[in-house]
């Protein structure tokens, strides 16, 4: 089953449209994981990332459909948190979640092939074995025309920066020309590719990525990319709150999956789960941040 | 000593403004590598990219100034190629060459710092140890500035996207507002990005990357950025001839290098060279590649 039908899937199979974001980060681990930790090396640290996301899956598995493990943190390593990555990416698609890699990858034709083949591809169908890749659109058409021939091929998604969350996300992707802005015109670009690609749930496998922070953006990009699936960052940690993300959802709730890294994965840290459960039951406390953004995000959108 | 400085010496010390591009792909791989391939798991072919970039190494270290791994081809092999891509870069560092890894990564605020601290800083200052990463601006200043201070923390820098040399680059890039593209907006940038870094051979740590096929937005970029030193991309394979880089280069010969990935790395397959020197002689194919790279350019270029 293609991309997007098998998200639609996973949405309706588990009543959420949340993802988890898969950030580990040293300073942030708990402490019982963090004080695991043999010894300073690249391997020691990759292999107390690896646990720790491992034990988010089993925690979230059941109530969302998909995770997005940030490659920066993993790479932040070196080598040995790229095989940590891998080990999550597969460990997560054994568990029934579909797997957004969050790499913002990209390059010029056959290098594009060659990030498309590295990361596209679930279970054995590609070396990383991730559903779905972030992708940047810098480069232009023909930089992302690899990635859509690598969907095709192995049922995989991308979703590709259009309005980023950040502050200073504006500085080049809200320069209008002609009346059209430089992010309304890769939302162009991503319905085009979308053509003659579209799932039985409406989306095909060009997705977008539109911050949480820009309500209003959310509805117009809706509009204007009605068959992207448009993985919405900025959810929680970043300011977005429910209300903000409503615009990026189609009637049935479909089209749009909002992501949580920080507030859901180091919700121990979090004043108001900090007394409850405290460091040594932060995988309680992943459950709670869980559940409570699936009913922040329930009373709006009807799966 | 600062990126920028240890560049321009590189360049006085080899003669030479030849960047030697490490894009392993199986296929091209020359027949005595390849066919020493045990089997086709992923360690396997890491090992024989690992081979054939050091023995390139060995060959053009002394009459190149720097090398530019491509990240794409090593991730394609999943885990296994990004071990290969970090022993590569050490291998290259011992050598004396400065390291460009060829990643266009980015991301946002500490996700920007991660990768910055992930590739960034030669050696053992960082996990990957390269002098240099290519970086992506979609996200705008706040996703660069992270790896400004990375850069001035570890003597590294950085090569942004600025104009690329793929015919779909214009897309985004020359769309102009308010009469200035958005690539002369990164220009702009990466000037601003500089100021108060600038080395001893009168540029910074923040670079960029213009391509070969474009020569007169080179012109105008070396004038736009006159403290960056320019990547210059898509000699050879591409289409780019001596005269078209003339115009990234300062009076001096300084500020720009000029890749050249497969006209080099895969010179055997050359017509001109694939008698002379066959298969069997691949790495006499590749010295005789670069060293003919370096008196195209050294005609007009003196150093």
Same mark, same amino acid.
């Given at each position: 089953?293609?991309?997007?039908?098998?998200?639609?899937?996973?949405?309706?199979?588990?009543?959420?449209?949340?993802?988890?974001?898969?950030?580990?980060?040293?300073?942030?681990?708990?402490?019982?994981?963090?004080?695991?930790?043999?010894?300073?090396?690249?391997?020691?640290?990759?292999?107390?990332?690896?646990?720790?996301?491992?034990?988010?899956?089993?925690?979230?598995?059941?109530?969302?459909?998909?995770?997005?493990?940030?490659?920066?943190?993993?790479?932040?390593?070196?080598?040995?948190?790229?095989?940590?990555?891998?080990?999550?990416?597969?460990?997560?698609?054994?568990?029934?979640?579909?797997?957004?890699?969050?790499?913002?990858?990209?390059?010029?034709?056959?290098?594009?092939?060659?990030?498309?083949? /590295?990361?596209? @591809? !679930?279970? *054995?169908?590609?070396?990383? %074995?991730? #559903? =779905?890749?972030?992708?940047?659109?810098?480069?232009?058409?023909?930089?992302?025309?690899?990635?859509?021939?690598?969907?095709?091929?192995?049922?995989?998604?991308?979703?590709?920066?259009?309005?980023?969350?950040?502050?200073?996300?504006?500085?080049?992707?809200?320069?209008?020309?002609?009346?059209?802005?430089?992010?309304?015109?890769?939302?162009?670009?991503?319905?085009?590719?979308?053509?003659?690609?579209?799932?039985?749930?409406?989306?095909?496998?060009?997705?977008?990525?539109?911050?949480?922070?820009?309500?209003?953006?959310?509805?117009?990009?809706?509009?204007?990319?009605?068959?992207?699936?448009?993985?919405?960052?900025?959810?929680? /940690?970043?300011? @977005? !709150?429910? *209300?903000?993300?409503?615009? %990026?959802? #189609? =009637?049935?709730?479909?089209?749009?999956?909002?992501?949580?890294?920080?507030?859901?994965?180091?919700?121990?840290?979090?004043?108001?789960?900090?007394?409850?459960?405290?460091?040594?039951?932060?995988?309680?406390?992943?459950?709670?941040?869980?559940?409570?953004?699936?009913?922040?995000?329930?009373?709006?959108?009807?799966?």
């Amino acid at each position: 089953m293609n991309f997007a039908d098998r998200l639609a899937a996973a949405v309706q199979r588990t009543g959420s449209v949340t993802c988890v974001g898969l950030d580990p980060r040293k300073a942030q681990l708990p402490a019982v994981i963090r004080n695991s930790v043999a010894d300073e090396s690249a391997d020691a640290w990759a292999a107390a990332y690896t646990q720790f996301c491992k034990e988010i899956i089993d925690v979230v598995k059941d109530i969302v459909p998909c995770v997005k493990p940030q490659a920066a943190f993993f790479e932040q390593l070196g080598p040995a948190g790229m095989v940590a990555l891998g080990q999550v990416i597969r460990y997560a698609h054994g568990k029934g979640l579909l797997v957004i890699t969050d790499g913002k990858r990209n390059d010029i034709g056959s290098t594009a092939t060659a990030y498309a083949q /590295a990361y596209l @591809g !679930a279970g *054995d169908r590609s070396p990383w %074995g991730s #559903d =779905s890749l972030t992708v940047s659109p810098y480069l232009g058409q023909d930089s992302l025309e690899p990635f859509v021939k690598i969907c095709d091929q192995r049922e995989a998604g991308v979703f590709v920066l259009v309005k980023t969350s950040n502050p200073g996300g504006g500085l080049l992707q809200d320069r209008e020309t002609d009346g059209q802005t430089v992010y309304q015109r890769v939302a162009a670009l991503l319905t085009e590719l979308n053509q003659g690609r579209i799932g039985e749930c409406g989306y095909g496998p060009m997705g977008a990525v539109v911050g949480a922070t820009y309500p209003e953006q959310l509805v117009a990009m809706r509009a204007a990319m009605p068959q992207s699936w448009i993985l919405i960052p900025g959810f929680g /940690a970043q300011g @977005g !709150a429910a *209300d903000d993300v409503l615009g %990026g959802f #189609d =009637s049935k709730g479909l089209g749009a999956v909002v992501n949580s890294s920080r507030h859901i994965i180091f919700a121990h840290e979090r004043e108001e789960f900090r007394e409850k459960y405290g460091d040594a039951q932060w995988q309680q406390a992943v459950e709670a941040a869980t559940n409570q953004m699936n009913q922040q995000l329930g009373t709006i959108v009807k799966v």
